[in-house]
């Protein structure tokens, strides 16, 4: 009703020189009124410019002599015509001490031990100028009442003078706030208008954890240092050949910047490209042309395998001893998001290398991992990488779509993989990679991996969720 008298009054008038003076004309609450000024020269429909203003304010002292008179007239009179002595006159009037001082100045009383009168009459002006002032009426009496300093106090308010703005209707416009599924099927996305982002609204304040600084620098090292290998650690030397499919941009993330890698060792990439090009270690290769800027284009890795790659070839550079390598990280595919397939997820990397193991090894390893942590169900199925053979997809069973669940990948890394990095031709190696999301959905009974991690994660089931699970070894 405000709004609609505000917009009227500025279509007829053009203008509100005073937006107080407006409220009060037609019985409104400025309050009031401000917000919608505020809320309509945002829609930009009024220009609203700021007006201070002083506006004087009784305190409950100035208040009160506004009902007993000033002090000095309630002095004043509390002396009968023939005089009276002073202490009786301190017990007479409370305000004693101040009202004295200016009946004397303005010449009313003497005062000695004995107080008289010197005037007849008085005015008493500084009630009146209270009173003026308790009406609202500044006028000139401020000045004069400054000298009262404790009576009153001064309050600077902001009233509003308004003009039409440039989007000046008398009805505003509904803005949308959210582009639905219903606009873009019917299409009328296109005639709607939308409403802006307001970046400065506050929020509500999130209740839950928060991330530690610590933690937040830690993850931006290891961001920085780790994720990003080039294609030559996450797929060349995995013997993965330059054509494979998960090398498209389809299927892994590029790195723009830096865009390629500039330092690889030199007589192993050598030796990784014509294992590619033309096999040897028993194998036959590829039979393709190898590229150099193939392999050094950077991408976020796209499993943890590129880590045990490195590690492997590093081992391979001293004289042999057995290994156990374990890595927990982050890996990235661009892959279509759904209930169980992210983006971005974890893979624990696994790799036993030594003389004579055996699928049998690395079976029994996945088997006691998984107990460990209280899957028993597992199942195993043959498949197929480019740098294990044999391999083996990992499955589980999930209680809560009841069925088996890809949990990890597996195999024994390939000869053609091993012996260009320079590691003894009888030394093996059991490899595993696993997703960190999977097992814990069947462990905690989470049935859409969004809910677990990424942007739409669910913080009341991280809540909600026990802070250990009994029970398992
Ligand atoms: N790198 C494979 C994957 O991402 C997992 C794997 C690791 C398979 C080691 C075999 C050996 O699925």
Not at 342 to 360: M, S
Not at 368 to 391: H, I, V
């Amino acid at each position: 009703m405000a709004e609609r008298a505000i917009l009227e009054h500025l279509d007829l008038k053009g203008d509100i020189p005073d937006s107080s003076e407006f409220a009060s004309t037609l019985g409104f609450d400025h309050n009031e009124i401000v917000n919608i000024i505020k809320s309509l020269h945002g829609f930009r429909l009024v220009d609203a410019v700021e007006i201070k203003k002083d506006k004087y304010v009784l305190t409950d002292e100035g208040e009160s002599y506004t009902v007993l008179g000033s002090p000095e007239v309630q002095v004043f009179l509390a002396v009968p015509p023939e005089g009276i002595s002073t202490d009786e006159l301190k017990k007479k009037v409370s305000c004693y001490k101040i009202g004295s001082m200016y009946a004397r100045t303005n010449g009313w009383l003497d005062l000695g031990k004995q107080v008289t009168r010197k005037a007849q009459h008085v005015e008493d002006h500084v009630k009146d100028l209270l009173l003026q002032l308790k009406d609202g009426k500044v006028c000139n009496c401020v000045s004069h009442i400054v000298i009262y300093i404790d009576y009153c106090i001064c309050l600077t308010w902001t009233v509003y003078s308004l003009k039409k703005g440039p989007e000046f209707a008398l009805e505003r416009r509904r803005l949308v706030t959210d582009l639905t599924r219903e606009h873009l099927q019917s299409g009328d996305w296109e005639k709607q208008e939308f409403k802006g982002y307001n970046f400065n609204a506050k929020n509500l304040t999130l209740e839950g954890g928060h991330l530690h600084p610590l933690l937040k620098a830690r993850w931006k090292c290891i961001l920085n240092n780790s994720v990003s290998p080039c294609s030559f650690w996450n797929f060349d030397a995995l013997f993965q050949p330059q054509q494979h499919p998960a090398r498209d941009s389809h299927d892994t993330f590029f790195l723009r910047d830096p865009a390629s890698t500039k330092s690889l060792p030199e007589d192993y990439v050598e030796r990784v490209k014509r294992v590619h090009e033309s096999g040897g270690y028993g194998s036959k290769g590829y039979g393709y042309d190898w590229k150099r800027e193939e392999a050094d284009k950077n991408v976020l890795r796209t499993h943890t395998t590129a880590v045990s790659a490195r590690m492997l070839y590093k081992l391979a550079q001293q004289p042999f001893s057995p290994r156990r390598y374990f890595s927990i990280d982050r890996v990235f595919r661009n892959e279509a998001v759904d209930r169980t397939h992210l983006a971005e997820f974890h893979q624990i990397e696994g790799v036993v290398c030594d003389r004579g193991l055996t699928l049998g090894d690395l079976m029994g390893v996945l088997h006691d991992f998984f107990m460990r942590l209280g899957m028993s169900k597992l199942r195993f199925k043959p498949t197929y990488n480019p740098y294990t053979e044999p391999s083996m997809e990992i499955y589980s069973y999930h209680e809560g779509f009841k069925k088996w669940v890809e949990v990890g990948n597996s195999g024994m890394f390939r000869p053609e993989m091993l012996l260009p990095m320079g590691l003894p031709e009888d030394v093996t190696a059991i490899a595993w990679g696993l997703s960190l999301e999977r097992p814990t959905m069947i462990l905690y009974g989470i049935d859409n991996i969004r809910d677990l991690f990424g942007p739409k994660v669910d913080l009341g089931l991280i809540k909600r969720n026990p802070i250990c699970r009994l029970g398992i070894q």
